[in-house]
């Protein structure tokens, strides 16, 4: 035992000195610091997509600019009810016009929201809205009209919001005979992102109506705009139609069921974002589950290779047993391996501590998740078993092998099973106490991810044990082997032996020459 | 010297598969000896020396060491060089040295103190804080001989100490192999070289084929071989055959060993010798332990 521990100590020591080991400590944060925040760095640094509408129908492109108002204001005024609900502070730093029409937003009804929306950017009417609502709105939306005239960008990113006017700015036509020679020099020469020429007898038929771009990959601009001008042409048809508006609206009205969870109680609950996390946070385990005992697996099979090609490995084992130096090297890669996943935890822990006061406290909820012990120890437990079950295979691989090459042959037939839970990943979530997800759990390759990946259903109790106990017998059982073929391979020299003979190995008790072809 | 037999085989065999790397071979080493594993290569001489060193487990017959000991058990009283031998390249002299002797059971402050010791004695003193990698071959020789004397071994087992080592080196190797003795330990080596056995070993085992072919002290073993006489000369070797009382003749060009007949005079030999080549030196003694070896296992083999 106190051999086991110099040989793991050292292995360990070996190891933390190595270059991969704080790549292995530091990626994992900077991952998450630049998901965070690139994205974000990203859209704000992406300007906004010039367009220009070539508009030959007389009608559509103001009416679709109001929509587009519409939009931006339906966004914000959501944002403003948002932060009146959480009443935070961020209320509070609104500009009054927002506010005050926020204050009416929340006050009324969700399907008077969007009427109140398109009274405000005078789209249409104000057919749905309540009396009282509808005198407030000509004061309202004066008071929007002017902040949304004068507002500088700066302003609008503060509020970080998903503007259109910050995405699409809309250029004008130049004033030539031939407008769309002109549009089009435009676009080749960059000056545009793409314009749009919008049919003269669009309510009719949408003839003559063209995107033209350079870009055929960015589809957003040309979706957005288009489902927009549908919208003006739909209205107009109904107007022409002398269908009554209500009627219209109400023809056009989808069906929105509302997602519900049922309790323990049994009656209905509605879902937050908690469960919604809870349902995504086991994917993310898993992902680094993976990770974590893949590297450490694969780092004890190179460095076993190494020890073998450098020949230190004869006066060791004049020193310790074939089995405390496999124990050894397993132990020392695992404390190498949990040194990384626990600085990765408490990166996590300081990371939840600080960022929900920089996002607002919306979320929170991923954080939750991370401290509940289910998922903590089971983490811990099944990156401990799984590191054990890979490490004992690639470990015994990496003893017959002479060099990385080799290895990578007989590795092959773990890699494949190794890829599978991370291809299973989405599947398993969506089902998780699913009939492939129940099968997979009970294969010991598979168990720890696709029990990790479980965690949201969660599984019943009787499979986790089930699976725990099977996970531990093929601990038990793939040391032993790994044992055995380690004791063999490890002074082998030469050709590597093929998996069958490896396998053969396990089951006798008879010797095998490990120096075939040399002095014995 | 707290024992009295330093290994004992008896009967051991060890099979690999079909083939058997070692026949029934018994030997018996007694404390504070130089004793000399010989035979070509192939013969059996690393398995024997694995199995000792408890790296291998005999399929029959019993191994023990330090008077009747299970080698597994007693692994921290034995040092051992095997023919392959590395370092690990990332690790610093002194610290590689510390962990050897660790896993010796020596406890930390001590195996430190040993490495600085050694490593200032054998002129590696300002290696102590390099990496291995940095070593040059012979350095790294040095420091692998080191790591197999940390822990003061009883027993020292030698697997083809010589082979590879530049002639300073070697001169180490065997004044570190005497040394031992002198100090009342026992050391093994296995060479396939017979002369480098013949200048240092007390008791010598000739194996062959997995088989002892002959064992016992140098003398023993050397004088069972009748008598010969060594030539140094210069001149046409082919002068030299067909002597009368000469039964064989193993020439090396400026030198030969002349296997003389029971009852040859070595006079008349000589006299015989006279005139066909320059005679350097002749000298009477018992055949070299080549010769016995090729005798003996060219009566002994019936593999």
């Known amino acids: ?520 | 010297m707290n024992y009295s037999t330093a290994v004992q085989l008896d009967k051991v065999w060890k099979r690999f598969g079909a083939v058997e790397a070692v026949r029934g071979v018994s030997l018996h080493v007694p404390a504070g000896c130089i004793y000399g594993l010989l035979g070509p290569n192939g013969a059996g001489k690393t398995t024997i020396i694995r199995m000792i060193m408890s790296i291998f487990f005999a399929d029959e017959g019993q191994v023990s060491v330090l008077d009747g000991q299970d080698a597994a058990a007693v692994k921290d009283r034995l040092g051992y060089l095997p023919e392959e031998k590395g370092l690990y390249k990332k690790m610093k002299v002194g610290e590689l040295m510390t962990y050897f002797a660790r896993l010796k059971g020596i406890e930390d402050r001590e195996a430190r103190r040993r490495a600085d010791e050694l490593l200032q004695r054998y002129g590696l003193g300002e290696w102590r804080e390099r990496r291995c990698e940095a070593l040059s071959k012979g350095m790294g020789q040095k420091v692998q001989l080191l790591i197999t004397l940390i822990h003061e071994p009883d027993l020292v087992i030698l697997d083809e100490p010589f082979s590879g080592l530049d002639p300073v080196n070697r001169d180490l190797m065997r004044d570190v192999i005497l040394q031992m003795r002198r100090d009342g330990k026992t050391v093994i080596f296995s060479t396939h070289i017979m002369e480098q056995a013949e200048q240092v070993c007390d008791y010598v085992a000739l194996i062959n084929k997995g088989k002892k072919v002959l064992d016992g002290s140098l003398s023993e073993v050397r004088s069972s071989g009748g008598r010969a006489a060594v030539l140094d000369y210069d001149g046409d070797g082919h002068l030299l055959r067909d002597l009368p009382g000469v039964a064989k003749i193993n020439d090396s060009g400026k030198q030969a060993e002349l296997l003389l007949q029971e009852d040859a005079d070595a006079q008349q030999v000589l006299a015989a010798i006279l005139g066909k080549v320059q005679i350097r030196r002749f000298d009477l003694r018992e055949p070299s332990l080549h010769e016995i070896f090729i005798r003996a296992v060219g009566g002994a083999d019936d593999a």
């Open chain 1, 1 to 520: 035992m106190r051999k086991i521990g110099l040989v793991a100590w050292r292995e360990y020591m070996d190891n933390v000195r190595t270059k991969g080991f704080w790549i292995g400590i530091l990626a994992f944060p900077l991952i998450i610091v630049l998901s965070a925040t690139v994205p974000i760095l990203l859209t704000k640094a992406k300007e906004a997509r010039n367009y220009a509408v070539l508009d030959h129908s007389g009608f559509a492109l103001a009416e679709v600019e109001k929509r587009i108002l519409a939009d931006d204001l339906g966004v914000v005024l959501e944002a403003a009810a948002q932060r009146y609900r959480d009443g935070s502070q961020a209320w509070d730093r609104l500009p009054s016009p927002v506010k005050a029409a926020g204050r009416v937003y929340v006050s009324i009804a969700e399907a008077e929201r969007q009427a109140l929306i398109a009274a405000l950017a005078v789209v249409e009417a104000d057919a749905y809205l309540a009396d009282e609502v509808a005198v407030q709105v000509p004061e309202l939306a004066a008071g929007l009209a002017e902040w949304w005239r004068q507002v500088s960008a700066e302003e609008l990113d503060a509020l970080d919001l998903e503007l259109s006017r910050s995405r699409y700015a809309r250029v004008a036509v130049p004033d030539v005979p031939d407008p769309q020679a002109a549009l089009s020099q435009m676009v080749n020469d960059g000056e545009l992102f793409a314009y749009f020429v919008i049919g003269a007898d669009i309510v009719e038929r949408d003839e003559g109506c063209k995107y033209v771009s350079l870009n055929l990959t960015d589809q957003d601009l040309r979706g957005w705009f288009a489902r927009r001008v549908s919208q003006v042409v739909r209205a107009r048809r109904i107007e022409r139609e002398g269908i009554d508006l209500k009627v219209a609206g109400w023809l056009q009205e989808s069906v929105l069921f509302k997602a519900r969870k049922v309790d323990k109680r049994g009656s209905q609950v509605e879902i937050s974002s908690v469960d919604t996390a809870r349902q995504w946070a086991p994917m993310v385990f898993v992902y680094l589950l993976w990770v974590a005992i893949f590297t450490n697996s694969q780092a004890l099979l190179t460095n076993t290779i190494e020890e073998k090609s450098t020949r230190v490995i004869e006066v060791l084992l004049s020193s310790v047993s074939p089995f405390e130096l496999m124990a050894g090297k397993i132990a020392g890669m695992a404390a190498s391996g949990l040194t990384v996943v626990g600085t990765w935890a408490i990166c996590i822990g300081i990371g939840l501590a600080v960022v929900p006061g920089m996002l607002g406290g919306k979320d929170a909820s991923f954080g939750g998740i991370i401290v509940d012990p289910l998922y903590l120890l089971s983490f811990l437990f099944y990156f401990l078993s799984g590191y054990l079950l890979y490490a004992s295979l690639l470990v015994g691989i990496g003893s017959v092998c002479n060099s990385l090459k080799e290895a990578q042959n007989l590795m092959l037939p773990i890699l494949i099973p190794l890829m599978l839970p991370l291809m299973a990943m989405v599947l398993v979530s969506q089902d998780p106490n699913g009939t492939f997800a129940r099968v997979m759990s009970f294969i010991p390759l598979f168990t720890p991810f696709v029990m990790m990946n479980r965690a949201a259903g969660p599984p019943p109790l009787w499979e986790y044990l089930a699976t725990t106990v099977l996970m531990v017998v093929s601990v038990y059982l793939a040391v032993r082997g790994a044992g055995k073929v380690f004791r063999i391979g490890i002074l082998m020299t030469g050709k590597p032996p093929r998996l069958r003979e490896i396998v053969r190995w396990m089951v006798l008790k008879e010797g095998v020459n490990p120096s075939e072809g040399e002095g014995v």
